[in-house]
């Protein structure tokens, strides 16, 4: 299994200002994702980091508000940028190691609280 | 699309009782489904999967889980409840071609009672 670390593990932010959320694994992969969770509630698909291309959104997430890089097969960074107190939330990063495998692995997540 | 629904946000169980979480699932292709714990503070760790084959499957922590198609159903059981498997539990989907992204169910908090 692939082991996912996340930095920072929290942050309290000021509205307006942005924040990046680094993602390292520690073998290459497949395939990254994002997902947010909001207080109390589940997880939601933000988007599908490409290695070398532009991320794919879900709907009603954009490149403007969450841009996305994946440098490389290990590594991918999430930005929440002009961030209001709705973007209050959990911040998870995960991962699929092979083509052919279907199992994700999680990252601790990014608690961020936005005042 | 797909989609995931689990019953009973909340339950709660003694300690050495049986624990039964319920998850319906709806998938337009064969799904490929997940079950996931949470612990406080803490990621999200792979319990149990199914993808093809056996339809009962095993996972970790003595959990288990029962694929029925004609039911779309994907419950997870452990005939023992254990305090430290007092957690958030989410089930999901995903499709077995693409991307395979997640869609996960609204999740259920499992409280274990002494």
């Known amino acids: 299994s692939a082991v996912i670390s996340q930095k920072p593990s929290r942050d309290i932010c000021q509205r307006g200002t942005s924040l990046t959320i680094q993602c390292q694994v520690d073998s290459q992969v497949t395939m990254m994702f994002w997902y947010r969770q909001q207080p109390g509630q589940s997880l939601t698909l933000i988007a599908t980091a490409n290695q070398g291309s532009e991320a794919t959104y879900e709907s009603g997430f954009v490149i403007d508000k969450f841009p996305i890089s994946r440098p490389n097969l290990t590594f991918s960074t999430l930005t929440v940028s002009n961030m209001s107190p709705e973007d209050s939330s959990i911040y998870l990063c995960s991962a699929r190691q092979g083509s052919l495998s279907y199992e994700q692995y999680f990252g601790p997540g990014t608690r961020l609280t936005v005042t | ?114």
Request: a positive charge.
């Open chain 2, 1 to 114: 699309a797909q989609s995931v629904t689990q019953l009973g946000s909340h339950v709660s169980v003694s300690e050495g009782a049986l624990v039964l979480l319920r998850c319906n699932y709806s998938s337009s292709v064969p799904p490929y489904l997940f079950w996931y714990v949470q612990y406080p503070n803490q990621g999200l760790q792979l319990l149990l999967k199914y993808t093809t084959g056996a339809t009962l499957v095993k996972g970790i922590n003595g959990f288990e889980a029962e694929f029925k198609k004609s039911e779309t159903s994907f419950h997870l059981t452990k005939p023992s409840a254990h305090m430290s498997d007092a957690a958030e539990y989410f089930c999901a989907v995903s499709k077995d071609t693409g991307r395979r992204a997640l869609t996960f169910g609204s999740g259920t908090r499992l409280q274990v009672q002494p």
